[in-house]
């Protein structure tokens, strides 16, 4: 029913800056937290950042804050996360999903994960 496209990765240098776009098919997601999460090969799935339903509330993991910036456009279904200072431990597999309140835990809710999109960090 909810089919959600990630676009926007690509091969940066250090430094850089890309901006992530999440795209919501088939409905709307207005009344949702929504949340970036990223995979580098062999790791777990990470929560990255997390934004209200208002788009008022963030949340980011220390590792990204005051680097990564977490928008939505309700409007057009679409999150943003806007990646500056990149570095290469920041190179992984970018996924987005709706997420289950408090926005620091940002459990996932939909469990058809999309494709991601490569984000790549060269030093």
């Known amino acids: 029913q909810v089919q959600l496209v990630e676009s926007g990765g690509g091969l940066v240098q250090a430094g850089g800056s890309l901006r992530l776009s999440c795209a919501a098919s088939?409905?709307?997601?207005?009344?949702?937290?929504m949340g970036w999460f990223r995979q580098a090969p062999e790791k777990e799935r990470d929560l990255v950042a997390t934004?209200?339903?208002?788009?008022?509330?963030?949340y980011y993991v220390d590792s990204v804050k005051g680097r990564f910036t977490i928008s939505r456009d309700n409007a057009k279904n679409t999150v943003y996360l806007q990646m500056n200072s990149l570095k290469p431990e920041d190179t992984a597999v970018y996924y987005c999903?709706?997420?289950?309140?408090?926005?620091?835990?940002?459990?996932?809710?939909?469990?058809?994960w999309g494709q991601g999109t490569q984000v790549t960090v060269s030093s």
């Open positions: 999903n709706a997420v289950n309140p408090p926005l620091r835990t940002g459990v996932p809710l939909y469990d058809d």
């Open positions: 934004i209200s339903w208002s788009g008022i509330l963030t």
């Open positions: 088939g409905r709307t997601f207005s009344s949702y937290a």
